[in-house]
């Protein structure tokens, strides 16, 4: 299972929006709407942003939201704040109680 | 506060074995089924494994199949994971993260470097 799609990076000055794409295939991201999105600051454990494409676990700002097209998931952060810099992954179901992540995006606050 | 706690990491030579485990805290163990989730030196998330919340059912990367062994001690409230014939591309930060939906992984643990190297 090859690692899903993801662009190196991203930037934005604050208070802009940047989205950050997540291209799998017909078998993984176009196949189920269970893709999930994690933010990782340097040297510390992955955080849960988004599960099942779009929902928001409690405690993460609703200026972070998700979406899928097809064979591509989505992720969005409006507003952006010096803290949303980090790196984020995108992570599918691909069936047979297996997954698949992304190769992930570094997000950065100009 | 829920709490996964990971050990067992080291320098360890190619082909030979580690264990690592995840002490959980928090909440009700035995009612989530629980993974592990590599990274290597400034690289990538990778899926490691899955098992159930009683330990029935076992998944497994391919790139891992038939040389680790997830496995989990409900009254210890501890998960493990068995690496067997080691490589040096198994070198990563291993985190054990628990299940929710299924389908997603909230919260993780601080991770456990492994090296393998001679």
């Known amino acids: 299972q090859s690692a899903l799609t993801q662009p190196r990076s991203v930037s934005g000055s604050p208070g802009q929006s940047v989205t950050i794409s997540c291209t799998g295939t017909?078998?993984?991201?176009?196949?189920?709407?269970?893709v999930s999105w994690y933010q990782q600051h340097p040297d510390k454990a992955p955080k849960l942003m988004i599960y099942d494409v779009s929902k928001r676990p409690s405690g993460v700002p609703d200026r972070f939201s998700g979406s899928k097209s097809g064979n591509t998931a989505s992720l969005t952060i409006s507003g952006l704040q010096a803290e949303d810099e980090a790196d984020y992954y995108c992570?599918?179901?691909?069936?047979?109680?297996?997954?698949?992540f992304g190769t992930g995006t570094k997000v950065s606050v100009l | 506060q829920v709490q996964l706690v990971e050990s067992g990491g080291g320098v360890v030579q190619p082909g030979r074995s580690l264990r690592l485990s995840c002490a959980a805290s928090g909440f009700t163990f035995n009612d989530y089924g629980m993974h592990w989730v590599r990274q290597a030196p400034g690289k990538g998330l990778e899926w490691v494994a899955i098992?159930?919340?009683?330990?029935?059912?076992?998944y497994y990367a391919d790139s891992v199949k038939g040389r680790f062994t997830i496995s989990r001690d409900n009254s210890e409230n501890t998960l493990y994971l068995q690496m067997n014939s080691l490589r040096a591309e198994d070198t990563a930060v291993y985190y054990c993260?628990?299940?929710?939906?299924?389908?997603?992984?909230?919260?993780w643990g601080q991770g456990t470097l492994v090296t393998v190297s001679s």
């Open positions: 992570c599918s179901y691909v069936g047979s109680y297996t997954f698949v």
């Open positions: 017909s078998s993984d991201v176009g196949d189920y709407n269970y």
């Open positions: 993260a628990r299940g929710i939906t299924g389908t997603s992984f909230d919260p």
């Open positions: 098992i159930w919340y009683d330990g029935s059912n076992k």
